[in-house]
């Protein structure tokens, strides 16, 4: 069954599959989580939906590297 990426509860074990959007709802995780200055990039963008298997902790703490990169 494919997660409600609109509407459904988003944790840091949420898993990232074929079925991810970007959501306003993922959006309102990642800042929640990384903080307001989190921005989408293609580059993380195009990591995330690259057929890895990722959760969206994963996702979080990719993100937080990059930053301080």
Excluded: K
Excluded at 19 to 47: H, I, K, S
């Amino acid at each position: 069954m494919a997660f409600d990426w609109h509407g459904g509860v988003i944790t840091r074990e949420t898993p990232v599959g074929e079925d991810y959007r970007n959501t306003q709802n993922v959006r309102r995780f990642m800042r929640e989580q990384c903080g307001e200055d989190f921005r989408f990039d293609r580059p993380l963008m195009a990591w995330i939906v690259d057929g890895t298997a990722r959760t969206m902790g994963d996702v979080v703490d990719e993100w937080a590297r990059r930053r301080s990169a």
